[in-house]
Structure formats: structure tokens, C-alpha cells
């Protein structure tokens, strides 16, 4: 099978990938963490305004910049990253800086350029800049108001601003990097793509993601459906950096390594951090950084280095324990670097959704796509669509997938509506977030088709394709698959019609291939022709055979076209008969085509019997029916099921509520992301207790059963929203059935995202947990000054704030917080969570700086949004809050190792052993006198 490679791409600099192929790569280490320990001042960074933005230090300091650069040179590193990881105009514009996007990267880029030629100069030893590409801080994957409000394409043009100016000053490889979101990455690859093209400059493009603890990015994606989707796109190394250090990165690292077709790039971080007295601490010392590391180049990794927390020192040693010897030894004595392992990655033709890669050839087959979400073959999904309701097709599609779809085929074209982008778009940004199995977007429109895929984070199938009007729809189609990296499945059809006949069949399918491999660079494994399936069951005499042309085309299309594959609507083949008779013809016909060399089967699964399960007398008419054996072969099969009591082929469906109280399936519902008839499960279970009892007993018990699965890395982010989304809706109608005093509502959270800080991920998340728990959340957004939470919080009589931070040096502003807050003598508890701080560093802030004493309504470190709401629930609860704030106070005197005071309470009635003084002594005079 062909694959695609970049050694047909034209480059104006391949140098980075010629070493690449020559040798294992080193790259330098944190750039961060470096900058910290300069200690800069807001002088430093041009003023106040820009202090924290490291980026524009390029600008203001390059001084400090060049010395960092120069110290991982010093040690070994070929290629050192530009200081621009934040440098897209997003980012840019919360410092006021967004007009100078291109003027930072060029700048930043530029400097990296003089360093490195100089060590090039100097050691005989080729440099290599790498112009580094950070997140947008936008997940376009999600559903958040707020950060997922932006396109495809305005993402697109975000880090196509970026790339020009990384280009111009000199960047031998383009690197997007730390990627949380994988539609973003695709916006990014095509932004960057178009900078190729507008300023003729082509350099290498190197996508590195992040995986948490789990193995998994932000929204679900495995190493698995990354790669898939990362694959058909124009990019030349694939790997991964940051988030975790190197002992969670090896099994996605031996995925990698058995199956990128790409070269491997592992960059991790020296560890998980720890915060320690405010300040970061990455515990991986060097020695064993560079063992794992360096042991992952004997797996076939060919580009290592660090990430954050790493220093000079651990790249110094991760070079002598790569190449077998210290770098010094290479200046003086021109010693060879070890050279890449070879490997032989195994990558068959593969799609995928948001959460999971799926071959597009099982073995054995076929590969089951589910038909059913298709408003031309569903009565119901139709009527689902015209009244908007998409969240009452997602059950529908779930249960294709339960029923063994290994994807899904979404159609939503109506002759009543003439909206048809817009709702494909709104259904499959709903699926993408609920169903597992990867999308065929069916389409006759190639705007419907971009419109779906713009939205869609997995690698998809386009639906739509022909020669019906010649090439103005492949013209149209081909670019859009190029863009997004999706397969494409054509019909056989040409300007003449559908084909009947194989040679036809197979003659259209040679065409499309040849337009789609060599006029717009697809890969054979990128196409699949279906080769039409016509209804045996009408009585016309002219499609009497068409069955078995279908069947022979697909042998025919398999033998010239190598790597290709093929696909059916299986289910056209018994159009119009009863029920039972479609389930016995489409299951014998999906057999024979599955012989024939059929990939992809589009039926509905549940209706799919086993040939051999068949009935013998049952299986012969269907054969007789589709080899046209028999003239008489459609009135005795019609015949044979209008006699016959023939039960319709495939398996009841089960529900899993049938045995469970209306309690335990109003639970399963919540947890299982179920929304419909809540209502109802509700309503019976007010028979028995009131609304509040519904409240506690059933409903938050449930989503702490999601928020432990959550900790347990058992829920991905996707699937806890939905479940909150049942949550809401569930509270939402229970509120009725409470007491209301103005408003029913648990409590009043003021969330912020502290000064200097502009990430909001882990806030916004907790935002929705709280809103859809029953907490009225006031969200101020992110980079707000202490002096504005506390204000908000006196202006909203909150019962808490929440504090978020991503990075260590704005963590700072918590304490700064809590210790306002004490001098103002206000009483809001404080509730802290990010990536940066940990339960230590919230029991470390409970004591005041002045007093040395506990701030009396407590710090609560929270590590997720789910252990937020636990914390909540307590603090509106008056029979355990003290108990609470006891014990959280008590756990920090132990973990700090500060004496406890003796409290002395009296008992309720006790009165003192001590008998009053029978007489108490007058002073002779109040107040003060001179002398």
C-alpha cells in the first residue's frame, strides 16, 4: 500500500529533517523555567503592563534570551526553540501586544538565528532554530461559550500571523506544540500551510501534543486517534512534550514507536510539578530524566529534549546518554552520533473521532457503518431534525454503536429546510462530543461536508463524491478532504449515470482515483468507492442481475486499484419488502460482498443476522434472489415471508433501567448521560420523597459518581459536561417542586482567574459544574486584580470565591487574596485550584503573613472541578461547616508542623470551679496623670 511521505515535498530548507534522518536530534530544554530564574522585574518586561509576558522579552530584554539559548547550545543541543510559545495574537492582545504578532516571531526567531549560527560557526556543528507554536488558549473542540467562539478558519489565520513572522526571521522548522485540543492542531497545520504558500518559504512542520496522566488529551483523545487524525495531514515529525514526565509518556511512546509512519519526537517535563512555598518544582533530577529519555531513542524515538522544568544540565546529560559519549567529545573529536533506530511502523488506513482511531478495514470485516442518523432512511431522525431537537438523536446514534456501528453515517438533508450546513454543523458538533465512533459526513452539497468537518476534531469520511457533472464536484470535494485530512467515499457515477455494470463500475473508480491521487496528492488508503447496490425487490427486469455486477465490480476495483477500499448501501438491496425479508436479504447479500472483498458495510447493525444463523430454506431464496439463478426467485421470496411468521432480524434492545427503582434509574440516567424523560423518573420519584430529598438523595450522589469516575480516569472531559448537562436539566425541573425565596439557588460563587494569568480552562469547567448543581456563579474572567474579587464578592454577598492559576508566578496572587481579605475583615471562604498549586500550598496560604494564625473562613485546595462542589456543598451546609473548617484547619497544623493552640471552650451549663474574689481592689484614680 502506498503511503504518504515527505520526501515528494519541495522544501526551501530541509536541513532540520535531513539531520533528522541522519541522526538522533537533540533539542534544548525550559525555556520558563530558565526565565524564572533570572528574576526579572516588571522593568524588565517594559512595564507593568507586559510583566509576566515572556514572550515579549525578545523585544525588551533579548539579552536574557540569548543567554538562555547559548546555555543549551554550550551543552549539546542542536536545535533550541524560538521564545514564542504564547506568540499568536490571542495571546498577544491580553498584554496589548496583538498588532505586533509578526514583529515578535520575526524578532524572536531572528535572535535564535544569530545564536545558533554562531555555535554553528564556532563547532563545525549544525544549529537549528525551531520557531515554537503554542496553544491559541481557545478549545474549538468544546462548548464553552467563551472558548470555543472562534472558527476553523479564524483559528487558521491565528497562527498563520504567527508563522509568517517565525518564518521571516529565519526558523528552520516550525513546531506546534503543548496541544491540548486536536481540531485545533489541525487549524494550526492548515494555518501554517497557507504561510508556506503565501511567503514561498517551506521548512519542516513538527506537531508535538500533550497527554495528561491518563493518556489522554484535554477533550478524550488517545495517542491512538491522534496519530490518526495527525497522519493524512502535511506534517513531517509527530510527538509529544510537556504536561507529564517521561515515565507517563511510555506506553503512548511504544505506540508511536510500532506505529507512526512519522519520525518521533519526545520532549517531556522533568517531572510533574510540585508547588513548594509558591515557587515550581520539577522533582526528576537529570541523572534519571536522561535515562528514561535516552532509553526511548533505543525504542526508534528520533528527536528528544525537554520540556518544562529541565535545565542545561539534564540536556547535557540526555546527549552523552543518547550518543554514548559527552558533547565535548564531539567538538574535539568529531565523534558520531548515534543514528535513528529503523523501524517498521505498522499504520494501517485509519479514522477517528474525538476519542478513538478506527481501522477502515477491519480483519475480518466488514467495517460496520451505522445508517440510522440520516434523515433520508429515518422517519424519526427526520422528524428530530426538522423541530431542531439534536439532542434526541445522540441516543439514537449510541445505540447504532452499541449495536456493533464501527461508524456512524450523518445525513441531514431536507427538501423543508434549506439550512442543511448549519444543521449538520450543529448535529456533529453534538456528536462529536457524545459518540465515540468516527463520522461519514453524507453529503450532496461540498459546503454541508467543510462545514461538518470545521467542527469536527477526529479524522471523518466525505460522503458525496462523483462524476455526475464530470469534474466539478471532485474540484470541489478533493480540497476540502486535503484541508481537514478526511477520507472521501465516491459513488459510481458518471456523466452517463449510475454504472450497472462492473467494467463501468470499475472504469469510474479508476477515474476518481487518478483526479484524487495525482492531481490534489491523496493516497489510495484515503478513497473509497462504493459500487451501488440496486433494489432486487422492485420486479424491474433491468436490475435482475445487478447484484452480482455489484458484487463482481468490487473484486474488479480490489484488483486494479491496490490499497483502496470499498463500500455498500447494503440495505437498498431489499427495498420496499417486509421487514423480516429485508433482515434476511441484507444479511446474505453483506456475506456475499464480504467474500467478494467488500471493506465497509452502511446497514443498520441490529438488523444484521449471521449467515449461517440463517435458515437454510430462508438463505436459499435469498441467494436464488441475488445470483439471479431462479426466474421465479423474487415472487417465492415475497411469497415465503407473507405466508411465514418470521421474526425481523437482530436482538431486542435491552434497557438497563428495566429492573431499577425509579431512584437508581434517575441515577443511571445522570451518569450515564442520559437526558430523556428525566422528567418523568422525577415525578415518580416525588411519590415518595420531597423535592429536596430527590435532590440529595438521588441527584447529587450521582454527580459525585461521575466526579469520582472523572478522578479515576474512567470519564473523559467530554462525557462529564453531558452529564452535567442532565444535571441541569434535572435540577432545572426539580426546582419547581421547592420552596422558592427569591430564586432557589445553593449559594453564590464569585470564580475568577487570578492577575497576570490568562488561562481559564479549569475555571470555566468549574463554572459549569457549580451553575448546573444548583450555585449561582458569577464568572469574572480571567486576569482580574485582587482588589476586583473582592469588591465583586461584597457587591454579589457570595458565600465563597473561587481562585484559579495556571502558572506558579501568578499563584502568588492567592495569598496576596487571602491576606486582603483578613486585613478588610471580610469572612468568604476561599476556594484555589490549577495546574500549579497543590493541597500543601492551600494549607501553607491558611496562615495569615501578619498573624501567623489561620484565616478563620478557610482555604480549600480543590483539584478539580468535582472536589470544588464537594467543598461547596459543605460550606452552604450549617450541619457540617464548622466540622469541616475543624478539620481542614487541623490538617493543615499537622501537615506544617505548627503547634495547634489549646482551645478552652466551656460546655454548654458548666460553670467555673473558681469562686469569685470576695473583694476586688479600686485603682486610687482612671485614666493617665503627669508626674
Not at 316 to 321: I, M
Amino acid at each position: 500500500m502506498a503511503r504518504r511521505t515527505f520526501s515528494a515535498r519541495t522544501y526551501t530548507n530541509r536541513r532540520y529533517l535531513d539531520a533528522v534522518q541522519d541522526h538522533i536530534v537533540i533539542y534544548d530544554g525550559a525555556m520558563g523555567t530558565s526565565i524564572q530564574r533570572f528574576n526579572l522585574t516588571a522593568d524588565d518586561f517594559g512595564g507593568e503592563q507586559y510583566n509576566g509576558c515572556n514572550d515579549y522579552l525578545v523585544i525588551t530584554r533579548p539579552d536574557v534570551i540569548e543567554s538562555i539559548h547559548e546555555s543549551f547550545l554550550a551543552v549539546g543541543a542542536e536545535v533550541v526553540e524560538t521564545d514564542t510559545f504564547r506568540s499568536n495574537p490571542l495571546t498577544l492582545a491580553e498584554y496589548g501586544l496583538s498588532d505586533q504578532t509578526y514583529a515578535i516571531n520575526q524578532a524572536a526567531a531572528a535572535l535564535a538565528r544569530r545564536v545558533c549560527d554562531r555555535f554553528e560557526r564556532e563547532t563545525g556543528i549544525a544549529r537549528f532554530v525551531a520557531g515554537s507554536i503554542g496553544p491559541s488558549g481557545k478549545l474549538p473542540s468544546g462548548s464553552d461559550p467563551d472558548l470555543s467562539n472562534i472558527t476553523f478558519d479564524e483559528l487558521a489565520a491565528v497562527f498563520y500571523e504567527q508563522a509568517r513572522g517565525l518564518l521571516a526571521g529565519g526558523a528552520d522548522v516550525l513546531l506546534v506544540e503543548t496541544s491540548q485540543d486536536i481540531l485545533e492542531v489541525k487549524a494550526a497545520v492548515h494555518g501554517i500551510q497557507t504561510a508556506f504558500s503565501d511567503t514561498g518559504i517551506r521548512v519542516p512542520l513538527q506537531v508535538q501534543v500533550t497527554l495528561d496522566t491518563s493518556g489522554r488529551m484535554l477533550f478524550g483523545s488517545d495517542i491512538a486517534s491522534a496519530l490518526a487524525t495527525l497522519e493524512p495531514l502535511p506534517v513531517e515529525v509527530i510527538g509529544l512534550n510537556c504536561s507529564t514526565g517521561p515515565e507517563y509518556m511510555v506506553d503512548p511512546v511504544r505506540y508511536l514507536v510500532a506505529h507512526s509512519p512519522y519520525p518521533i519526537s519526545i520532549l517531556p517535563n522533568a517531572g510533574l510539578p510540585i508547588n513548594v512555598d509558591g515557587e515550581a518544582f520539577y522533582p526528576m533530577q537529570p541523572q534519571p530524566f536522561s535515562d528514561m529519555v535516552s532509553e526511548f531513542t533505543r525504542w526508534g524515538v528520533g528527536v528528544v529534549g525537554g520540556c518544562c522544568g529541565t535545565t542545561p544540565d539534564h540536556i547535557a546529560q540526555l546527549y552523552a546518554k543518547t550518543h554514548g559519549h559527552p558533547y565535548e567529545e564531539e567538538v574535539k573529536r568529531r565523534k558520531a552520533r548515534r543514528k535513528p533506530v529503523q523501524r517498521k511502523p505498522e499504520f494501517p488506513a485509519q479514522v477517528s473521532s474525538n476519542m478513538r482511531a478506527v481501522p477502515m478495514a477491519f480483519n475480518p470485516g466488514p467495517t460496520m457503518i451505522g445508517e440510522r442518523v440520516n434523515t433520508q432512511g429515518s422517519r424519526k431522525v427526520k422528524e428530530l431534525i426538522l423541530n431542531e431537537d439534536y439532542d434526541s438523536v445522540i441516543p439514537i446514534a449510541i445505540s447504532q454503536v452499541e449495536a456493533g456501528a464501527h461508524m456512524l453515517d450523518v445525513c441531514v438533508a431536507l427538501t423543508e429546510r434549506a439550512d442543511e450546513a448549519v444543521q449538520m454543523q450543529t448535529l456533529v458538533k453534538k456528536l462529536a462530543l457524545a459518540v465515540e465512533a468516527p463520522l461519514i459526513i453524507d453529503v450532496t452539497d461540498a459546503a454541508v461536508a467543510e462545514a461538518a468537518l470545521a467542527v469536527y476534531p477526529g479524522r471523518a469520511v466525505i460522503n458525496g463524491n462523483n462524476l455526475e457533472n464530470g469534474r466539478e464536484r471532485i474540484d470541489q470535494v478533493m480540497p476540502i478532504a486535503r484541508k481537514y485530512g478526511a477520507a472521501v467515499l465516491s459513488m459510481t457515477i458518471d456523466e452517463d449515470g449510475m454504472a450497472h455494470t462492473r467494467d463501468k463500475k470499475a472504469a469510474i473508480a479508476e477515474r476518481i482515483a487518478r483526479i484524487a491521487v495525482d492531481d490534489y496528492g491523496l493516497a489510495e488508503e484515503d478513497l473509497i468507492f462504493d459500487t451501488l447496490t440496486f433494489p432486487l425487490t422492485t420486479g424491474q427486469e433491468e436490475l435482475r442481475n445487478s447484484a452480482v455486477e455489484t458484487l463482481e465490480a468490487i473484486r474488479l476495483i480490489k484488483a486494479q486499484l491496490p490499497g483502496v477500499m470499498t463500500a455498500l448501501g447494503v440495505s437498498n438491496v431489499s427495498f420496499g419488502v417486509t421487514p423480516a425479508a429485508r433482515g434476511v436479504l441484507n444479511s446474505a447479500f453483506l456475506y456475499h460482498a464480504v467474500r467478494a472483498g467488500l471493506d465497509m458495510a452502511i446497514v443498520n447493525p441490529a438488523h444484521i443476522t449471521p449467515y449461517a444463523e440463517i435458515p437454510a430454506d430462508q438463505r436459499q431464496l435469498a441467494d436464488d434472489l441475488i445470483f439471479n439463478t431462479d426466474p421465479d426467485a423474487l415472487p417465492r421470496f415475497i411469497q415465503y415471508f407473507e405466508q411465514n411468521n418470521v421474526q425481523s432480524a437482530g436482538k431486542q434492545e435491552i434497557d438497563p433501567t428495566a429492573d431499577m427503582t425509579d431512584e437508581q434509574a434517575l441515577h443511571w440516567q445522570i451518569v450515564h448521560r442520559k437526558k430523556e424523560g428525566v422528567e418523568a423518573r422525577i415525578d415518580a420519584c416525588l411519590t415518595r420523597q420531597d423535592a429536596v430529598g430527590v435532590l440529595n438523595n438521588v441527584l447529587l450522589p450521582a454527580m459525585k459518581e461521575v466526579g469520582d469516575k472523572f478522578g479515576a480516569g474512567e470519564l473523559i472531559l467530554p462525557f462529564v459536561l453531558q452529564s452535567a448537562e442532565v444535571m441541569k436539566k434535572a435540577v432545572s425541573y426539580l426546582e419547581r417542586f421547592m420552596d422558592k425565596v427569591e430564586g432557589t439557588s445553593k449559594g453564590t460563587v464569585v470564580l475568577a482567574t487570578v492577575y497576570g494569568d490568562v488561562h481559564d480552562i479549569g475555571k470555566n469547567l468549574v463554572k459549569t459544574i457549580l451553575s448546573n448543581n444548583g450555585f449561582t456563579v458569577h464568572d469574572l474572567g480571567k486576569q482580574v486584580p485582587a482588589s476586583t474579587i473582592i469588591d465583586k464578592a461584597v457587591e454579589y454577598n457570595a458565600d465563597a470565591i473561587g481562585l484559579s492559576a495556571l502558572l506558579v508566578s501568578t499563584s502568588k496572587q492567592m495569598p496576596l487574596i487571602v491576606n486582603e481579605l483578613a486585613r478588610r475583615n471580610l469572612k468568604f471562604p476561599v476556594l484555589i485550584g490549577g495546574a500549579a498549586i497543590n493541597r500543601k500550598f492551600g494549607r501553607r496560604i491558611l496562615f495569615l503573613d501578619e498573624t501567623d494564625q489561620p484565616y478563620e473562613p478557610g482555604v480549600f485546595y480543590c483539584k478539580d472541578a468535582f472536589e470544588g462542589l464537594s467543598v461547596m456543598n459543605k460550606l452552604v451546609d450549617p450541619a457540617v461547616r464548622a466540622e469541616f473548617l475543624d478539620q481542614i484547619t487541623s490538617e493543615a497544623y499537622a501537615e506544617l508542623e505548627k503547634p495547634i493552640p489549646v482551645r478552652r471552650e466551656r460546655r454548654y451549663n458548666q460553670s467555673s470551679s473558681v469562686q469569685p474574689a470576695p473583694r476586688i481592689p479600686q485603682p486610687p484614680f482612671w485614666g493617665a496623670k503627669t508626674i
